[in-house]
């Protein structure tokens, strides 16, 4: 997904420094007073109720879309949850001849990808974040925090086409070349440098995912209350100390929920790593062979998918990638949306 | 008991060398978006052309040809999702912002976040066993529903966001004339950020204009005009999509073309909108 | 009033003496807005000096400027000059971590670090200056009974800080202040936040900690200005306007401006 996905976030924060309801609460007569019709009358009282549950059932319609995908997605899939059961997780066999379907290849590939997304993302991320809010006088900081947000503004598939033309020849002449000659016998180095593959698709996820958990973490670091920075400065801490002290220790909830997101947004992260990956249903140890991931088989053969069970089996791996990323969602929103929060309360 | 001079230099070296290493992040998160502004520029200033813009795609094999279809497809496809998105994102963002201290607004601005943090091709699976599947036909219009909910989330938020950012005076004042609480909401509240909720539109567009992973199966695509609603049809991510997996170098030379239009359109939106929310937001503060 | 008994290892952790600060035409600027104008003031070694006056009259920021903490505030310049023990803090070659290590602090609202425990938070400052941990049990002891706190707290030691009340833990901040063994302390309002009886505690505190250190309060409170200092500073709209001891300026204060303030008629 593009991401200005961490824009509700900081909606989120900045809507608890108004007191919750600030404008629904106690003004004259409104539905919200309730049960008596205020002094303007029935038909405004009417009016008022109407705008509101109008309004409302458009709000509602998120609860709806969303309860409406685990929903239709889970009803289409039972054709396949029914033949294979658990099993469809952890075998290994995709044979759309012999209508044979185990997604584990893709969970695999989708996982190991990401993990390797956040190996370079997350201390890169973090390195960005405190130099943004800790480190960089203001409107230097403004602008290169522009810039990296930009990153995340580049559409998925223009991240894939840069790295088909530019990225992957680079990698495979330079690093990989040298990895496989050098480090082959390393079973995560093993085997001939394609270009495409794990490693490529791990890259450039890194690189998708570096302007969330950045953004996500700034935002939590700039909630850290100042008078816990003074204290450590107060002390006697450098700069470093300070940082490490009073901002990291401090806001530490926020950037794992910060990882998390990041994670999300990895885990679904379909164009970029379609064109990268490979597309091998295969489970490899090296980093240099291709694989495959569950958001990229369905962006492969779903419109291809002749057969119920075939279809109703891509489903299913979109089910099991709906459940993971909702999953991944709430528990990251809370740890956020809780760091946040208890940085306004006490700044 | 007094700690050594070189103990303090040690530790203000330390804080020096965490600094620059901070910097260092910085700057190598900017070489890739240098690279590929500089390589989209480069590659699509020498492959575009006018035909790129007035011609359809020519067969497999001939030489030359356009995306004419594509950039009037995505329009389209926006306008749909726009139809489908806006007023479920506006309202709803309306609600939130003036009703929004009840259990049911919470729940809705969670399930909005984590809606957000669906994966787009998951969207698209579902829009498919939706609308495609009954229908018997990738459709246009399930293309414009799936990027219409990808684009709910942004604009409920941002709506909200900005229409709470409205002096809570000015909906008392007009409170107080005996303006009813949903006229007052409509007139001055709205009324006053609607340059705030264009913007998030703004936004919103640009987040989904890339988007091809939703589309890949419900508007599928298409190499010539379609203006029909249940016709698959073209759309410029797509395009790129099968331009740059295929192997012929003139579609490689369209793929950087369509890339050129296509991130010239995201980043303006983009930074127009990023632009325009922040100067709304300090002079709000 | 009942004081804490005689506090076991002060002594040690008293420095060797020093701790004197002098204030010589200080101005301070907040971008193009003059907080400050050509203060002239000194600070004594064993004695409680308090800064009092209406609010923005500039008391923080003068106190601020004495550990240069004020250059956490963008934008703020300063002319003029602050020497401790003959020293010049804001010459270009001194360094400001080492400054405060001599010239601890304690803030308006307590703001222990809220994921460390109560040993860490009294250590955190300590720890950074001593590479050896062999003597940390002896300094987090000795610094907890100096704040009167060891008897509360020396059986949760490894709770977290943000656990206890208020006044523990504003003493908890003045523990990990005293740990670091400095030789003048900036108190900058550190009641406003209390109870008048963790207030009380606090004030009987000062008056253990200065037989060794030098200690300067802002506070905005003139009944605690007259019980805890031994000389009050009155500033008004960034200007000294009265300086001395502090029974003749709540008593017969030479300025008129003093003498309204102290007993009320404004601020």
């Known amino acids: 997904m593009i991401a200005v996905s961490d824009k509700p976030i900081r ?80 075998s290994s066999t995709w044979d759309p001849v012999q209508d044979q379907y185990g997604a584990l290849p893709f969970l695999f590939g989708t996982l190991l990808s990401s993990f390797l997304a956040l190996l370079i993302a997350v201390p890169l ?32 598939v223009i991240y894939g086409l840069w790295g088909i033309f530019v990225m992957v020849p680079m990698l495979r002449n330079g690093p990989q070349a040298w990895l496989s000659a050098h480090l082959g016998f390393l079973p995560i180095f093993a085997g001939p440098a394609y270009g495409v593959g794990m490693m490529a698709a791990g890259l450039i996820l890194a690189i998708m995912i570096l302007p969330t958990i ?47 997101l990041g994670l999300g947004r990895a885990l679904g992260e379909t164009m970029a790593v379609t064109m990268l990956i490979g597309n091998r249903p295969a489970i490899s140890a090296s980093l240099l062979a291709p694989g495959y991931t569950m958001a990229s088989v369905i962006a492969n053969e779903f419109s291809e998918a002749t057969g119920d069970l075939y279809l109703s089996a891509l489903i299913e791996v979109a089910l099991v990638l709906f459940g993971l990323t909702v999953l991944l969602n709430v528990g990251a929103r809370y740890l956020v949306w809780s760091t946040v929060k208890r940085g306004e309360n006490r700044a | 008991m007094i700690a050594s001079e070189s103990q303090l230099q040690r530790r203000q070296w330390l804080s020096h060398a965490m600094t ?30 006018l035909d790129f813009f007035l011609h359809l795609p020519k067969p497999v094999g001939e030489v030359g040809g356009g995306m004419a279809n594509a950039i009037v497809g995505s329009l389209e496809l926006l306008a749909l999702a726009c139809l489908f998105g806006l007023p479920v994102g506006i309202l709803g963002g309306v609600y939130l912002s003036e009703f929004g201290s009840s259990k049911f607004a919470t729940a809705v601005r969670f399930t909005a976040d984590v809606l957000s943090g669906v994966p787009s091709i998951v969207v698209g699976v579902f829009v498919f066993t939706l609308m495609v599947r009954p229908m018997h036909s990738f459709s246009a219009l399930a293309g414009g529903v799936a990027l219409g909910i990808l684009m709910i989330p942004v604009v409920m938020r941002t709506t909200e966001e900005l229409m709470r950012l409205v002096p809570g005076s000015l909906r008392e004042a007009a409170l107080a004339l005996g303006v009813p609480r949903w006229r007052t909401i409509l007139l001055v509240v709205l009324a006053n950020a609607r340059g705030g909720i264009l913007t998030g539109v703004m936004l919103a567009i640009a987040r989904v204009a890339g988007e091809t992973a939703p589309l890949l199966f419900t508007a599928l695509g298409n190499r010539f005009w379609s203006f029909s609603l249940k016709e698959p049809i073209s759309s410029l991510p797509v395009q790129i999509f099968t331009y740059s997996i295929a192997p012929y170098d003139d579609w490689h030379r369209q793929a950087w073309a369509g890339a050129l239009v296509l991130i010239l359109m995201v980043l303006s939106l983009n930074i127009a909108g990023r632009l325009a929310l922040r100067r709304r937001m300090e002079k709000a503060r | 009033m009942n004081r804490p008994e005689t506090l076991p290892g002060r002594e040690t952790a008293a420095p060797a003496g020093g701790g004197r600060i002098e204030v010589r035409g200080l101005h301070a600027w907040f971008g193009t807005h003059q907080v400050l104008h ?12 308090a800064i009092i006056g ?31 023990d003959g020293e010049d803090i804001h010459a270009p070659g001194t360094d400001a971590v080492r400054l405060r290590r001599d010239v601890g602090m304690v803030f308006q609202r307590p703001n222990p670090f809220p994921n460390m425990s109560v040993r860490d938070n009294v250590l955190a400052g300590f720890k950074l200056n001593h590479e050896k941990r062999k003597d940390e049990r002896e300094i987090l002891e000795r610094t907890l009974r100096s704040a009167a706190l060891w008897d509360e707290l020396k059986d949760m030691l490894h709770k977290p800080g943000s656990s206890l009340s208020g006044g523990q ?58 019980r805890v200092s031994d000389f009050t500073a009155f500033l008004m709209v960034g200007k000294l306007v009265e300086v001395g001891a502090t029974r003749k300026i709540f008593t017969s204060p030479e300025q008129r401006l003093t003498e309204d303030y102290v007993t009320g008629r404004f601020g």
Not at chain 1, 130 to 155: D, K, M, N, Q, Y
């Open chain 1, 125 to 156: 991320s973090l390195g960005i974040a405190t130099f943004l809010s800790e480190l960089a006088p203001e409107r230097p900081a403004r602008i290169l925090g522009f810039l990296v947000e930009l990153l995340a503004a580049i559409p998925s």
């Open chain 2, 20 to 49: 620059a290493g901070a910097f260092l992040c910085v700057l190598l998160a900017l070489v890739p978006l240098v690279s590929v502004l500089v390589y989209i520029g480069g590659e699509g200033l020498r492959a575009i052309n």
């Open chain 1, 11 to 90: 909606a989120g924060g900045r809507r608890s420094r108004i007191p919750p309801g600030a404008f629904s609460g106690p003004p004259p007569p409104g539905p919200s007073q309730g049960k008596e019709p205020a002094a303007g009358g029935r038909s405004r009282f009417n009016a008022d109720a109407i705008f509101r549950g109008i309004t409302g059932s458009f709000a509602g319609f998120v609860l709806l879309l969303v309860a409406g995908m685990a929903t239709v997605m889970t009803i289409a899939s039972m054709p396949a949850i029914r033949k294979f059961g658990w099993h469809f997780l952890v």
């Open chain 1, 214 to 260: 950045s953004a996500i973490s700034l935002e939590v670091f700039r909630a850290v209350p100042r008078a816990q920075r003074e204290a450590a400065l107060a002390l006697g801490a450098t700069r470093w100390e300070t940082t490490r002290m009073a901002v990291l220790s401090y806001a530490r909830p926020g950037i794992l929920g910060a990882v998390i």
């Open chain 3, 38 to 49: 050509g203060i002239d003031l000194d600070f004594s070694p064993r004695q409680v000096t």
């Open chain 3, 169 to 226: 833990q504003q003493r908890l901040c003045i523990a990990r202040a005293l740990a670091v063994e400095p030789k003048v302390l900036l108190m900058d309002e550190p009641c406003s936040a209390l109870d008048p009886v963790s207030t009380n505690k606090i004030e009987e505190l000062i008056f253990e900690l200065k037989k060794s250190l030098t200690i300067v309060i802002v506070t905005h409170n003139m009944q605690q200005a007259a």
């Open chain 3, 54 to 84: 209406p609010s923005g009259c500039g008391k923080s920021t003068l106190l601020r400027t004495m550990n240069r903490l004020h250059e956490e505030t963008p934008g703020t310049r300063l002319t003029g000059s602050i020497t401790l």
